[in-house]
């Protein structure tokens, strides 16, 4: 509970919705709404290591076919790299967001990321890297815009990861933490899937449209606080507390869902 509230205390909202609806019951027109799909964890299971996911062909299907029936209004929002991204989904055409909205993609042209202090990043990438290689249970991920720690072959090592990692952005105004799911990044204080989506809701084949986004992290909260404000649809997938619209169990459940709202069978 503690670690709830410190989270929530660190992003500046509580959890709104305390029983999100199960999202079986909602139905959505392909005509009206722009989906906003985070990968990890939500389109695909988390794995023990970032490289060790697994995408099926029915996961290429299933975007392949939403884009058609969303005419092109459906964008992937996630915290890995672009790169890294574009490697699992080639087939893909449609518009991705990579390193938690520092970058994007759109039209099969890459935009300009974001600007940040590229020496001081260098520097506490140096330090993170050195600290996974003396504590050899940690990952550390290099990230385009930041880096993250991962501590999920030994959660016990949270406390240490946090109280480490904090002392490195203490009093710093362009880099922060940002907590995941057994892991901790350090990344510049000004992105945010939030700002992307409002980005990207701002290109033609999305202007217009009830935003939905569905994420599974502790880092897409600050995104569904933004769009629940903006009157779109926020979906959380698998447990904890979210202040999303509704929820739904696993990334296999949330394909189902999603599936069901094109019309086919699908896996
Ligand atoms: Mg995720």
Redesign the pocket.
């Known amino acids: 509970m503690q670690n709830q509230w410190d989270y929530y205390s660190m992003v500046g909202f509580a959890p709104e919705t305390h029983s999100p609806e199960e999202l079986e019951r909602l139905t959505i027109s392909p005509e009206d709404t722009a989906l906003f799909l985070?990968?990890?964890?939500?389109l695909i299971d988390i794995a023990p290591t970032p490289d060790a996911i697994r995408i099926g062909d029915d996961d290429k299907k299933l975007l392949a076919a939403l884009s058609e029936r969303h005419n092109g209004a459906v964008s992937v929002v996630?915290?890995r790299n672009l790169k890294d991204v574009e490697q699992y989904l080639e087939e893909f055409t449609g518009t991705v967001s990579g390193g938690h909205g520092a970058e994007l993609r759109h039209l099969a042209v890459q935009l300009p990321g974001i600007e940040c202090d590229l020496e001081r990043l260098e520097h506490i990438k140096n330090v993170v890297r050195e600290f996974a290689i003396i504590n050899p249970q940690l990952i550390a991920e290099d990230k385009s815009f930041g880096i993250v720690l991962h501590f999920r072959q030994d959660p016990s090592l949270e406390a240490k990861v946090r109280e480490f990692l904090s002392g490195l952005v203490e009093g710093d105004d362009e880099f922060g933490l940002q907590p995941a799911?057994l892991a901790i990044e350090i990344k510049p204080k000004c992105i945010s899937k939030a700002h992307v989506i409002e980005r990207i809701m701002s290109f033609d084949e999305f202007a217009g449209r009830t935003i939905l986004f569905a994420?599974?992290?502790e880092?897409?909260e600050a995104g569904f606080a933004w769009v629940n404000e903006h009157g779109g649809v926020s979906v959380k997938v698998g447990d904890g507390l979210t202040c999303a619209h509704y929820r739904t169990q696993s990334p296999e459940t949330f394909k189902h869902w999603l599936w069901s709202q094109t019309g086919a069978t699908g896996s």
């Open positions: 985070d990968f990890d964890g939500t996630s915290g799911k994420g599974d992290d880092t897409d």
